[in-house]
């Protein structure tokens, strides 16, 4: 079922084009990254498919225009939790509870699982960042919602906290809830996202499951003592896709099948001696900089 | 209509500002009758009655009802304004938004806030009203006690009227400082301005008292022009009040203004 389904919206602030005709759709069950580096205009589509910002041009619809009020089914934190300061964690999640309508009043649950519990009678002025960033997500989850929207919900943690809330993300994921997820952390949406979009200045780059948009390439990186020899060496072949320098090594990037143990003896058979040698699986990152670097 | 003042009931019921302006509310209308005592026997030529007068019937309807008048203004007027910028300053008006409450109904709580103010506002006036007078008059009958000229739904027009204008203010300034001075300095002196300016350049004559504070301001006048148009005394100055029955009505139209222009600021924009 379709959850979302956004044609060619599009928003400006005076001359910049913070959102550029930009079309998507999301299905039941999605995890659905957001992906793009910084200004690139995720928070803009958020605020717009959550009501708060007027579009342009475009329109977007939730559960296929059935619902009438479909906010209060979703759970959406826009870039920062926004709550009564002076209000503890039980008082401001009632506050969100009333609003979306929900029947449950006991928030001891949803506390515990953003390992919250001890300090839910605490005013929430009185909460560390992290603190607040995880009752953010627990008041995404009052009321049960069936879309849960987050917008870079790691911003300005710490390591410990970022984990933190990964993990909790991971917990939620496992639920079977359809999520939005924005940021420009690659590694985050790789980790936690069945679907991504990638785009940059408002625009659409690219979109599909994360294993499509992952490409089947192969990233070597190789040293080796005689590095010029080892460029010209490298230059010359015919059966590498790319090449780039990453401090002291070459970063190649091979079909899936290539043979690593050929390069190094057909290597070793003209005199260069190989002394560093990593081979991995392209990451999303590397296709995000390649992505967005083309645009 | 009770589902949404529930809602800001327990968003504002710990709030300390909020709070401390509803007590002073109930402190200073009764407290300023004090202050008016002590006025009064510096300010007054020996032919008019004694400050004791404002405190017997009738005319501590009007005494009572001047007080009121400025203790709306400053802290329910402001606590009004609070209410809304306090929202957008934590973003919580943002977030509910987000959470699905349609502007609409955002809009409606803040305005049942305005309404149930008001009532409170001018039921705790007739009280304090009746009671002030009870004490002081040494004679009166039921008829008499109520002697006063609609004093009662005047009260409350005149609190609807400065509380539309407070959430006016708010809904389209948004910032609460700035919105509290607009507030203030509006009626203290943008207004007071305008009406000398416009009389002095325009030879609008009398129209200058039509401006839209003043009209509120004469619902619930000082009571010294009162008296000084009872004595004679000052005939004039008697004049430039607004009779109580237009007063009443341009008031009424101009809580539909506001309230209107209230929701047109919010309506539409970007939050
Ligand atoms: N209120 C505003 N007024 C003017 N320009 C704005 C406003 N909000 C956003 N922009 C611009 O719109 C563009 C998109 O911003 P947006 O916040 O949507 O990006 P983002 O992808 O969320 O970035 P980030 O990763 O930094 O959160 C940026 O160029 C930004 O400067
Ligand atoms: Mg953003």
Redesign the interface.
Known sequence: MTVLKIQNLSKNYGVIRAVDNLSLTINTGQIFGLLGPNGSGKTTTLGMITGILSSDQGSYEWFGGQSKHPLKKIGTILETPNFYPYLNADENLEIVRHIKGGENKDFTDLLELVNLKERRKSPFASYSLGMKQRLAIAATLVADPEVLIFDEPTNGLDPQGIADVRNTLLKISETGKTIILASHILDEVEKICSHVAIIKKGKLLAEGPVGSILSNDTTIEIGATDRNGLGNYLNARTDIKSISIDGMYYNLSVEDGFKVEKLTEELARAGIFVTHLVTRKKKLEEEFLEITSKA | MLNLL??EY??FR???VVSMLCFFFFLFTPAGMIVILGLQDVELPPPLPSAEMYYRFTLVWDAVGYIGSWTVFFFLGIAIIYSVTAEVR???L?????????RTEFYLSKFYLVLSFSIIATLYYALISLVIGAFSTDQYDLAYMFENEWAIPRFFIMCMATLSFALFIAFWVRMSGLAIFLYYVYVISIEPSLRGLSSYFLDIGDWSKYFPMNIIEDLMPMPLYKLAGYLEMQREKADILIDYPIAMGLSTIFIFIFLGLAWLSFR?R??
């Open positions: 529930r809602l327990k968003k710990k709030n300390s934590y973003k919580t943002r977030q509910s938004m987000i959470n699905g409450m349609p539409k970007d939050l």
